[in-house]
């Protein structure tokens, strides 16, 4: 079981800049894929970002590359996500996952843990 607890949300200017974490609990932290997922309103949760569980390797959705980056610090059993340049169309609720898989997985279904999100809004 592995319990993941975000913070780090709140309401920022379009180009503003933003930082995530997501605290994780219970099982071996490294054993797991981290991965940043979002939604907004009226539309599906959406891939992110997710970090490797070596944290070696990353991937980003195309709507975010370049302006996010993600990392992880397995001394402190926690995933990051910088968030910069931000825009109005990245308003949503993120959400941190954990997946026991290796690689970097973008599907959502390979995640079995999730937080509770942390809501991110972006003023025009």
């Known amino acids: 079981q592995v319990q993941l607890v975000e913070s780090g949300g709140g309401l920022v200017q379009a180009g503003d800049s933003l930082s995530l974490s997501c605290a994780a609990s219970?099982?071996?932290?490294?054993?797991?894929?981290m991965g940043w997922f979002r939604q907004a309103p009226g539309k599906e949760r959406e891939f992110v970002s997710t970090t490797s569980r070596s944290g070696r390797i990353t991937s980003y959705a195309d709507s975010v590359k370049g302006r996010f980056t993600i990392s992880r610090d397995d001394a402190k059993n926690t995933v990051y996500l910088e968030m910069n340049s931000l825009k109005p169309e990245d308003t949503a609720v993120y959400y941190c996952?954990?997946?026991?898989?290796?690689?970097?997985?973008?599907?959502?279904?390979?995640?079995?843990?999730w937080g509770q999100g942390t809501q991110v809004t972006v003023s025009s």
């Open positions: 219970g099982r071996t932290f490294s054993n797991y894929a």
């Open positions: 996952a954990a997946a026991a898989s290796p690689g970097i997985p973008s599907r959502q279904s390979t995640y079995r843990y």
